[in-house]
């Protein structure tokens, strides 16, 4: 079976970093294109940053644009979220998912797998 796995969540203070991660399996990793959303309570799901398959386009919401930064490595099955400077609105439940296109769609939709899910909470 297909699975996606995050790790790497916690809590810091505003300002500090986090890298999250995501462990792909049962899937060709290299076709994929894969992104992270972001979820906090009570709000909808929302677009955090995509990575087509080779990793050589990214892109990223106007939100997090210069502060959060995604990597891949096809021959680890991996791909990586840096954030840094965080807010307090960084906050939610992140997760990764695999877009089977191999671009980096903004939508949940063009999404078909998705990890669990890792929590990242950003204090004042």
């Known amino acids: 079976q297909v699975q996606l796995v995050e790790s790497g969540g916690g809590l810091v203070q505003a300002g500090g970093s986090l890298r999250l991660s995501c462990a792909a399996s049962?899937?060709?990793?290299?076709?994929?294109?894969m992104g992270w959303f972001r979820q906090a309570p009570g709000k909808e799901r929302e677009f955090v940053s995509g990575?087509?398959?080779?990793?050589?386009?990214?892109v990223y919401a106007d939100s997090v644009k210069g502060r959060f930064t995604i990597s891949r490595d096809n021959a680890k099955n991996t791909v990586w979220l840096q954030m840094n400077r965080l807010k307090p609105e960084d906050t939610a439940v992140y997760y990764c998912a695999a877009d089977p296109t191999g671009w980096h769609r903004t939508y949940s939709e063009g999404y078909d797998t998705w990890g669990q899910g890792t929590q990242v909470t950003v204090s004042s």
């Open positions: 990575i087509n398959w080779s990793g050589g386009s990214t």
């Open positions: 049962g899937l060709t990793f290299s076709t994929y294109g």
